[in-house]
């Protein structure tokens, strides 16, 4: 019985280590994956310079989702996730939170940019990722409602009278403008510095529900 028992306690390790391996053979797919797609676009982006590139069998990679579709929604699923732990950062102020959203895509406007135009496109070419889709607005409207109530309460704290929905539009349109021109090759040349680019961008959603404030006291 004892010897047994030690049996199935080395073949429970073996198994949780084969799973530690899987996940974090998993992390590395999807960075390098990123990473390529980043670089070279969708048309550069194939499955087997991403196998070439972490020294893997093509068929490893089919472990780990079906096919390139797949895998560009997974990518996006996955920069969701790490957004929606972002915001359940309670620790931040507001204006922080708002920051690192925005430099989180204003850092890498290409990404922004591109996984966009993947989603728009998937959603309605996609074959067989409509459960990923499902797992992706899921993810969304976890961090939507997190989102909607701070933004509720600092709203409240400067007395502002512009209204979640207003505010929040507002801000994702700030966002993916600036990544649209920080992305574009012609209006780079007109940028100077990027970084000021970013900070005043920032600055702007910071101030916009104070100016409503003021606007409104005109009136």
């Not at 406007?109 to 996984?115: H, K």
């Not at 009278?161 to 012609?186: E, P």
Request: with cysteine; net charge positive; glycine share 4%.
């Amino acid at each position: 019985m004892r010897e047994r028992s030690k049996l199935k306690k080395r073949v429970y390790w073996v198994k949780m280590d084969r799973q530690a391996q899987f996940r974090a053979r998993e992390v590395l797919i999807f960075q390098v994956a990123e990473q390529l797609l980043l670089e070279n676009g969708e048309a550069g982006m194939t499955l087997d310079a991403l196998a070439a590139e972490l020294d893997l069998a093509k068929g490893t990679l089919y472990k780990h989702f079906q096919s390139k579709d797949e895998l560009y929604i997974l990518l996006i699923v996955r920069n969701e996730r790490m957004l929606l732990e972002m915001i359940k950062d309670t620790d931040k102020a507001f204006p922080e939170h708002l920051a690192f959203f925005m430099l989180h895509h204003l850092h890498h406007p290409e990404r922004a940019v591109l996984f966009h135009q993947i989603e728009e496109r998937l959603s309605t070419t996609g074959q067989g990722i409509q459960h990923l889709f499902n797992e992706l607005y899921q993810v969304r409207k976890q961090r939507l409602r997190l989102i909607i109530r701070m933004t509720e309460t600092y709203l409240v704290s400067i007395h502002s009278n512009m209204s979640v929905r207003d505010y929040l539009a507002s801000i994702w349109s700030v966002t993916h403008g600036g990544a649209a021109i920080l992305n574009s090759s012609f209006y780079q040349r007109y940028l100077g510095c990027r970084d000021t680019l970013r900070v005043a961008l920032i600055d702007q959603a910071l101030a916009m529900p104070k100016q409503s404030q003021t606007s409104d006291r005109m009136v």
